[in-house]
């Protein structure tokens, strides 16, 4: 089984920071990635697939990057509304793996 | 309005069966692959199952292997999870996902609790 390693477990950070987390797949996934924000009692939404695509709707700020079995999700300039905890998901192999996310707190 | 809304859920003793519903509407359901997704309370997102738009390919969660049984029916634009020999670690709010290319839609989810 693949599994995915997601760093850091939690941030805190100002609005207007750059902020970047990682997951790191155990063996190479290709770009079968995707990142996920969920907000405290919502359900998930999908930002990113194909580790790069915007998800329609998605504001620009948001960017994701990587290839193989190193993926990155950006935050350019962090929001108020930002405030949630992120999951990537590769969906390469069976099973499919999240990792354990990342819980984004503003200071 | 693109909607899946989930059912089925509750409190059921361990060893029980439970069927989780999803039905969709204001999309091609028939065209879309589906997941089924869990979370435990306080804990992070674990995928569970999943069924291909026609249903020739079935995928499960080591987890839950041999216990669940995911299907599907086009023609009532319906997703289905079977749930038997439920444990104490089935207890989750379980979501329905469906996923075409690039539309990517949830349901609310539906609480099962396991526990005598």
């Known amino acids: 089984d693949i599994q995915m390693t997601q760093s850091p477990s939690s941030l805190s950070a100002y609005v207007g920071d750059r902020v970047t987390i990682t997951c790191r797949a155990s063996q190479g996934i290709s770009t079968h990635l995707a990142w996920f924000q969920q907000k405290p009692g919502k359900v998930p939404k999908r930002l990113i697939y194909?580790?790069?695509i915007l998800q329609s709707g998605v504001p620009s700020r948001f960017s994701g990057s990587g290839s193989g079995t190193d993926f990155t999700l950006t935050i350019s300039s962090l929001q108020p509304e930002d405030f949630a905890t992120y999951y990537c998901?590769?969906?390469?192999?069976?099973?499919?793996?999240f990792g354990q996310g990342t819980k984004v707190e503003i200071k | 309005e693109v909607q899946l809304v989930e059912s089925g859920g509750g409190l059921m003793q361990p060893g029980g069966s439970l069927r989780l519903s999803c039905a969709a509407s204001g999309f091609t359901f028939s065209t879309y692959t589906m997941n089924w997704v869990r979370q435990a309370p306080g804990k992070g997102l674990e995928w569970v199952s999943y069924i291909s738009s026609d249903s020739s390919g079935i995928q499960y969660a080591d987890s839950v292997k041999g216990r669940f049984t995911i299907f599907r029916d086009n023609a009532k634009n319906a997703l289905y999870l079977q749930m038997n020999s439920l444990r104490a670690e089935d207890t989750a709010v379980y979501y329905c996902?469906?996923?075409?290319?690039?539309?990517?839609?949830w349901g609310q989810g539906t609480l099962v609790t396991v526990s005598s």
């Open positions: 996902e469906g996923d075409s290319g690039g539309y990517d839609y």
């Open positions: 998901l590769q969906h390469s192999n069976f099973p499919w793996k």
């Open positions: 194909g580790a790069s």
